[in-house]
Structure formats: structure tokens, C-alpha cells
């Protein structure tokens, strides 16, 4: 009997007793290669050695100190680094415990921000349908997953919501992808007129779509066309990089394949590596400016926040990436896994899309690749499909819901970024096994 409200109450769960690198032991001894990061999380694998001395330095020191007295110097070091190679403009960070801490903190900070500014009238939020920006209740309010809302519905704020950048489904076959982007560029402008612009605080998007949808990148130059929209009508571009910043997509920020730099941005995961819970919000020098000559304060704590140890984590996970010069390997090894997987599932008759970016890479299954028909939900495949990894020692990152919340499946891949060829050739060929096995279950 367990004492642990588990995430789905009556599931056996394996006990995780040791990692390093890229494999997690369970208790019975066996491995599993941690072909998903767990959520995207462990970007240098477990038990890294300079990691782990770095946090053992910082309790040797001290383990905790309450933001209302203190700063601490790994706090200061931090911010320091993450400005320096931040997007253009961002001048300051604030530090939580992940990212659905840092969504929270980014809304209720661009409402102070017009407040400060004398536009109090501002009051909506726009975000897309099918995405994930957390599960505390404002990130909720502003996520697209129908059915994690539906139950929550009467305790969530108003929003709006605009159609997600979805090119294998969306896309028509009479228009290239710069012209379906031209599209959501304009519905997100009717959205915006119908709400006044003058009232709408701003438009928060995912650089790269995660955990919904299964690693779907924009389409060229969408994000240059949603960040004139908002400059033009003074919103602000709140961007979510909790699951897609911090290397995983081959460059430290996604923003910058994008060319564009947005208001506030919310990074995680990445961040710490899975060695301690931090998120961050970072946010551009005008808006520090304008809080700092209102009211002087951001109206928004936590308890944890700028947490000493979590703080030296991230420290160092940054250091390695950059001193290992891990982005580059990112950028092989994601071609190489994007490579693989399309040799592998290209032609698959239940795999109808391979996308991603650098070491975040998905499939979309579906029962017909013709039609692009989805599975019945009812399979719940992605189940079966995570069932199957892990009996060959694989862990990926499957979810149902894709099309619309309620069909669809897809598998997430975000290996850690010290992984090699070997370790991905090895992944490809256990998810193909999982996937058979799954599907001809079904059959």
C-alpha cells in the first residue's frame, strides 16, 4: 500500500533507484534510457558530476534564505548569466520553483505592468487552442488542453483563444506555409479587434508547441508577424519556453530561430536540468523600468523563490552546456534523431508525421495516413505505446488529445543533450518495437 497520491491511482509504478547519463535503474535493477528527459527536463542526464559538487558547495554555505531579507550571490550570478545571452532586451529575471510558477508570475506581472502605465482597462488575455502552459489555475486558464480545463471551468479566468500553428493538419493544400502563417496572423488581428486592441494585455504562445501536440515548430515567420500585431497594438508577447528553451531546440532560446524577441519569457525544465525545481520569468528592461518607477514593487511571492540551492543547479547546468559546447551536439544529434526517425517511420502505415526541433522531436499516429484519420480515443494508444517503451526499457513521452483534446496521439522525444548516434539508433529502434507492438495489439 502506498501513502503517495499518485498520479493515476492504482498504477503500479517501478521505484527509480539510481541514474546516470541517459539511464534511470529501477529498484529491480532495470535500466531504462531516458529517451524523453522525463517531461523534457534532464537536458545532462542524471547524476552529472559537476552538477552535483556545484550543489554540494551550496549547502556546505547555505541552503535557504528568505527573498524578503536576502540576495544571495548564486542568485545574483545566475540572473547575471541568464541576461547576458537572454533575447534582445531582457534586463532582469525572477526565480520560481517551475513553469507553471513562471506563466503565473508573467500574467499577473503584465496586468501590473499596464496598471503602472495608467491603461488599467486592459484585461484580456489571448492564447492559442491546443496548447499547455501549466496546470495552477491561471496557466490553465490560458492553456488549450479541453480536457484538463473542463472539470475547472467556473474557477478559471476568462480567455481567448486563437487556432494553434498545426501544419499537417491545418495547412491547406493550396497554400504554402508562409501563407497559412499570413492566415493565423490574421485571425489573431480579428481576435484582437473584436476585443480592442486597447484592451487586451497580451498574447502568449508557446515557441515551440510540447507536451499537446508533440514538438510542433511555426511556420516561417509566424512569430515575426504575431510580434509586429502585438507592437502595433501595444500587447505584450508573453512566450512559453518552459519545455522548448534552455538548448533543447539546438539554439539556448527557441525565440532565436523565430528573429524575434518577445515582453516576458517563461523558461524551466531546461533550466535546472531536473537536479533542483526552478523556473524563471524574464522580462524586458521597460517593464522592470516602468514597475520600478510606479510602484517599486512586483505585487507576486512565493516562498521558494530565488531558492539558494536550485539557484547553484541551474548555475551549473548552464556552465556545462556551455563549456561542453552541448548546443552543438543538440544540433547533430537532432538531425541525426530526425533523420532516423523518418528512415524508421516514414513510411510507417500508423505514423502520419515526424516533426520537431534539434532534441525535441515527435511522431503523430493515426489510424490512416491517407485520410490522417486519428485512432479511436477509446484505445487510448499513447497508453499502450508508453506500456510497451518501457517493457523494452524506453521511456518517451506519449499523450492522447492531439487533433482536438479528445483524438488523436502522439510520443514526445527530448533525449539529454550528451546523448550520441549509438544511444539514438538504440531509441529509434525501441520505439518502433513499442509502436508495433501497440498498434498490432489494436489490430
Not at 527573498?67 to 550571490?73: P, R
Not at 516562498?303 to 552543438?328: E, F, K, N, S, W
Not at 513521452?397 to 483534446?405: E, K, R
Request: net charge neutral; proline share 4%.
Amino acid at each position: 500500500m502506498t501513502h503517495v497520491l499518485h498520479r493515476q491511482i492504482g498504477h503500479s509504478y517501478p521505484v527509480a533507484a539510481s541514474g546516470r547519463g541517459a539511464t534511470i535503474r529501477d529498484a529491480a535493477g532495470k535500466d531504462y534510457i531516458d529517451a524523453s528527459g522525463g517531461a523534457a527536463v534532464s537536458c545532462l542526464g542524471h547524476s552529472h558530476p559537476d552538477v552535483l559538487a556545484a550543489m554540494r558547495e551550496q549547502l556546505d554555505c547555505l541552503a535557504y534564505a528568505h527573498t524578503s531579507f536576502f540576495t544571495t550571490q548564486v542568485a545574483e550570478e545566475l540572473a547575471d548569466d541568464l541576461v547576458t545571452h537572454a533575447p534582445d532586451g531582457m534586463g532582469h529575471a525572477l526565480f520560481v520553483s517551475g513553469g507553471s510558477e513562471a506563466i503565473e508570475a508573467a500574467l499577473k506581472l503584465a496586468r501590473q505592468y499596464f496598471v503602472e502605465c495608467g491603461e488599467s482597462q486592459r484585461q484580456y488575455i489571448i492564447a492559442r487552442r491546443q496548447s499547455y502552459h501549466g496546470i495552477t489555475l491561471g496557466a490553465l486558464a490560458i492553456g488549450g488542453r479541453e480536457w484538463q480545463r473542463k472539470q475547472f471551468a467556473p474557477l478559471l479566468i476568462e480567455t481567448h483563444h486563437v487556432s494553434p500553428v498545426y501544419e499537417y493538419r491545418d495547412c491547406r493544400a493550396d497554400e504554402t506555409p508562409q501563407a497559412y502563417g499570413e492566415r493565423l496572423g490574421q485571425e489573431l488581428e480579428a481576435k484582437i479587434d473584436a476585443l480592442g486592441g486597447e484592451n487586451v494585455i497580451a498574447f502568449v504562445a508557446e515557441t515551440v508547441v510540447g507536451a499537446t501536440m508533440g514538438a510542433v515548430p511555426a511556420v516561417p515567420d509566424y512569430f515575426r508577424r504575431v510580434r509586429e500585431i502585438c507592437r502595433r497594438h501595444g500587447i505584450l508577447l508573453i512566450l512559453d519556453e518552459v519545455m522548448c528553451g534552455m538548448g533543447r531546440t539546438g539554439t539556448l532560446h527557441a525565440c532565436e530561430q523565430e528573429g524575434v524577441s518577445p515582453d516576458l519569457m517563461a523558461i524551466a525544465k531546461g533550466l535546472g536540468g531536473g537536479y533542483a525545481p526552478i523556473g524563471a520569468l524574464l522580462l524586458q528592461e521597460r517593464i522592470f523600468q516602468a514597475l520600478a518607477q510606479g510602484s517599486g514593487a512586483f505585487q507576486h511571492s512565493h516562498t521558494y523563490m530565488g531558492h539558494p540551492l536550485a539557484c547553484a543547479a541551474a548555475l551549473a547546468v548552464q556552465r556545462v552546456i556551455r563549456r561542453d559546447d552541448l548546443l552543438a551536439n543538440v544540433r547533430t544529434q537532432g538531425a541525426h534523431l530526425s533523420r532516423r526517425l523518418k528512415q524508421r517511420f516514414g513510411n510507417h502505415p500508423f505514423v502520419g508525421d515526424v516533426r520537431g526541433r534539434g532534441l525535441l522531436q515527435g511522431l503523430e499516429l493515426v489510424a490512416d495516413r491517407g485520410s490522417k484519420a486519428p485512432f479511436d480515443p477509446k484505445l487510448k494508444l499513447h497508453a499502450r505505446v508508453k506500456r510497451e517503451a518501457m517493457a523494452r526499457g524506453l521511456m518517451v513521452y506519449p499523450m492522447g488529445g492531439t487533433v482536438d483534446g479528445k483524438r488523436g496521439d502522439h510520443v514526445l522525444l527530448a533525449p539529454p543533450f550528451i546523448v550520441d548516434a549509438a544511444a539514438i539508433d538504440t531509441i529509434v529502434e525501441r520505439l518502433g518495437e513499442a509502436i508495433d507492438a501497440a498498434t498490432a495489439a489494436i489490430g
